[in-house]
Nanobody
Framework: QVQLVESGGGLVQAGGSLRLSCVAS??????MGWFRQAPGKEREFVAAINWSGGRTTYADSVKGRFTISRENAKNTLYLQMRSLKPEDTAVYYC???????????????WGQGTQVTVSS
């Protein structure tokens, strides 16, 4: 059974930092990524990374502030978030999928999500 379990969410003040983690079990993924969904809004792509970590892609809204990485030996995905803003408040979802050479990421497996709240 494939499982993706996120952790590391919480409440942080604007300008602060958080690091999300996601442990995958049941299979490995050639690419993994993060999505988020804010209250009343559609789910949106945040970042994705390929197996080696040599290719990453980010949403414009988080570029320069968020860093995605992975530790394959631990089957773990990370999202380091810095300079957080109130508009980053959302449920963050870990996903496993495929990252194309054009930078397009398609997710196939989803975790349950972890809440990130940024206060102003």
């Amino acid at each position: 059974q494939v499982q993706l379990v996120e952790s590391g969410g919480g409440l942080v003040q604007a300008g602060g930092s958080l690091r999300l983690s996601c442990v995958a079990s049941g299979r490995t993924f050639s690419a993994m990524g993060w999505f988020r969904q804010a209250p009343g809004k559609e789910r949106e792509f945040v970042a994705a990374i390929n197996w080696s970590g040599g290719r990453t892609t980010y949403a414009d809204s988080v570029k320069g502030r968020f860093t995605i990485s992975r530790e394959n030996a631990k089957n773990t995905l990370y999202l380091q978030m810095r300079s957080l803003k109130p508009e980053d408040t959302a449920v963050y979802y870990c996903t496993g999928g495929v990252l194309s050479y054009t930078g397009s990421y398609n997710s196939h497996y989803w975790g349950q999500g972890t809440q990130v709240t940024v206060s102003s």
